[in-house]
């Protein structure tokens, strides 16, 4: 079966302008996550999805990101005035249940997001 | 805050080596713990997952233990190759209800034939 897909793969935007970022979790996952990954930095955690519902949203760096999820399924994340600093690939992953310690996460190839 | 430390952040070695990548810890209330590797261009695969109750997991020449207590968790590969070549990652999972992970910065590993 397909994996977790993302969309674009890669993203070049000017300073100011809003962008959109797709994923699409493995067919009957629950659970979705985004990440950022920075240059030379690690992955942070940016929001969790259990189904439409986003239980924990304590990473979005700033209310310049959104996400959503509709369906059980596809989810935006949404960077408003898009800033230097947003430069980062971003990742989205899916696991079958999030309220367990036992289910692993898939990891999309992610989105390169360059902000000029 | 949870922080998660990877040693070394670079490796170099000849094909056919054995060799072992560390991961500290500082919170020790994790549910579980997760390897990764990533490839340039592409996402993270999931290598093997180590339940707090678990002190090792082994799949193929891959073999990483968990020490929850010392805060610290090794991989370990045997008989490296130059597709091993990748930056690997550790994760732990923290004690929230659900997977919300917590990454390390990554070891970059190469492998030469």
């Known amino acids: 079966g397909a994996g977790v897909s993302q969309s674009p793969s890669n993203k070049v935007t000017e300073k100011g302008k809003d962008v959109e970022l797709r994923c699409d979790p493995i067919?009957?996952?629950?659970?979705l996550y985004w990440y950022r990954q920075r240059l030379g930095q690690g992955l942070e955690f940016l929001i969790y999805f259990q189904g439409n519902s986003a239980p924990d949203k304590s990473g979005l760096p700033s209310d310049r990101f959104s996400a959503e999820r509709t369906g059980e399924s596809v989810s935006t994340l949404t960077i408003q005035r898009t800033q230097q600093e947003d430069s980062a690939v971003y990742l989205c992953?899916?696991?079958?249940?999030?309220?367990?310690?036992?289910?692993?996460?898939?990891f999309g190839p992610g989105t390169r997001l360059t902000v000029l | 805050k949870q922080e998660v430390t990877q040693i070394p952040a670079a490796l170099s070695v000849p094909e056919g080596e054995n060799l072992v990548l560390n991961c500290s810890f500082t919170?020790?209330?994790?549910?579980?713990l997760q390897w990764f590797r990533q490839d340039p261009g592409k996402g993270l695969t999931s290598l093997l997952l180590i339940q707090s109750s678990q002190r090792e997991q082994t799949s193929g020449r891959l073999n990483a233990s968990l020490d929850k207590s010392s805060g610290r968790s090794t991989l370990y590969i045997a008989a490296s190759q130059p597709g091993d070549s990748a930056t690997y990652l550790c994760a732990v999972n923290r004690n929230t209800g659900f997977q919300k992970l917590v990454f390390g910065t990554g070891t970059r590993l190469l492998v030469s034939p």
């Open positions: 992953a899916s696991s079958l249940r999030g309220l367990s310690s036992y289910n692993e996460q898939f």
């Open positions: 067919s009957g996952h629950t659970a």
């Open positions: 919170d020790s209330a994790i549910y579980n």
